[in-house]
């Protein structure tokens, strides 16, 4: 039988636009471990030991959340649901919500407790109502946390508590940030609520960027002597939002001024574009023995990129696909690759899809086509 050999073929596209060297570079903090990244396009806009493994204190508050949340979803509990506070969870030191021994307390407090108070006490009524014990929520913390992707994280508490096998880094914190935001948006609202009372007790949410970064709401600050002075936090500004994590620092002063600035500097800098629409023809891809000799190729969804503002370096963009595709092609079949360069970013890919249907020749057709390849090594 005859058969057409299949190649591949990257056809290089003209220059898209123009950005600058990393503005990354210009940037320092006095945090020992922090990364700022855009959440819709997922790029790092800054990073220092990013990966490298610290005690994440009350930040680790966050994975708790994230656990309760998804009982919520589920249905498996309701927020008006009540749990028992137990003499550990009471007795706990540390910051404190400041419920009682033997008290039923809603699931809906003990949230507030946890998110805005940051209250040991809350969390380990929380991880001993869904899973007994504290040590048996923290295992399925821990494994929760590797199947979200967070792949250099250990949890030996729900609260944070320093312990040695307790740890996270920056990086896997900021991909917690992202999934209890987009995976939780009924619930997400707690994390910028400003202050609670309980018990006639009233506590102020202690993250330093509500009311002072516009767009702020959330996530959570962690202090202990061994990690330093932390924060998860993140703001959207006209539907782009940006996460940041920062530990090490020295006092909540110099937490809130880096924590500021950090922001402050990822939405100055950097500007979001669009580069392809969803449904615009990218390229043409030439079909073998096809009623059509060519189909278009489609991204599905929008293209954005993130660009520093200061532009003096190239962008490139490229396709790659098997030429020419085999007819029949089904509209809306992946056939190929975009494929997005920008210097000092890791590569973007998107995939590309036929843009119409393409039907096969019929027999005499198709005839036609082969002997004109045959003789001419080429067809119609």
């Known amino acids: 039988m005859f058969k057409l050999p299949r190649t591949a073929a990257l056809i290089a596209a003209a220059f898209i636009f123009m950005t600058s060297a990393p503005a990354s570079a210009q940037l320092e903090t006095k945090a020992k471990q922090a990364i700022i990244v855009d959440v819709e396009t997922g790029v790092i806009l800054f990073e220092k030991n990013a990966d490298e493994q610290m ?12 656990m309760l949340f998804e009982e919520l979803k589920k249905g498996r509990i309701k927020l008006d649901d009540q749990i ?20 039923r307390v809603k699931v809906e407090d003990l949230i507030r407790g946890i998110v805005i108070q940051s209250g040991n006490d809350a969390t380990i009524a929380v991880a001993e109502g869904l899973a007994g014990t504290e040590e048996a929520f923290a295992e399925a913390m ?4 590797k199947q979200l992707g967070m792949a250099n994280s250990s949890f030996k508490n729900a609260s944070g508590w320093p312990d040695p096998g307790h740890y996270s880094t920056a990086k896997d914190l900021a991909i917690l940030a992202n999934r209890i935001i987009t995976d939780f948006p009924d619930y997400y609202h707690y994390f910028a609520e400003r202050e609670y009372t309980y018990n006639k007790i009233r506590q102020q949410n202690r993250d330093p960027l509500l009311g002072k970064v516009a767009g702020a709401d959330g996530l959570k600050t962690g202090h202990t002597e061994a990690a330093g002075y932390g924060l998860i936090g993140s703001a959207i500004r006209d539907g782009h939002r940006v996460i940041m994590v920062v530990n090490g620092l020295e006092s909540t002063k110099e937490r809130e001024e880096e924590s500021i600035r950090l922001l402050e500097w990822a939405f100055r800098t950097f500007d979001r574009k669009p580069l392809v629409k969803a449904g615009e023809t990218i390229d043409r891809a030439s079909v073998w023995l096809g009623k059509s000799a060519d189909v278009p190729l489609v991204v599905k969804d929008d293209v954005r990129v993130v660009l520093p503002r200061a532009r003096t370096g190239e962008v490139r963009m490229s396709v790659s696909y098997e030429t020419p595709l085999s007819a029949p092609v089904k509209k809306g079949a992946e056939v190929g690759k975009l494929k997005i360069e920008i210097p000092q970013q890791a590569p973007i890919e998107a995939a590309l899809y036929a843009g119409a249907d393409v039907q096969r020749l019929g027999f005499f057709g198709r005839a036609k086509n082969r ?10």
Not at 142 to 145: C, E, I, S
């Open 55 to 66: 005690p994440t204190s009350s930040m680790s508050k966050v994975m708790t959340t994230y």
């Open 142 to 145: 821990t494994m929760r946390a």
């Open 84 to 103: 028992l506070v137990s003499e550990k969870a009471w007795g706990m030191q540390g910051s404190k919500m400041f419920i009682k021994v033997g008290d």
């Open 371 to 380: 002997a004109r390849y045959l003789l001419f090594g080429q067809s119609e």
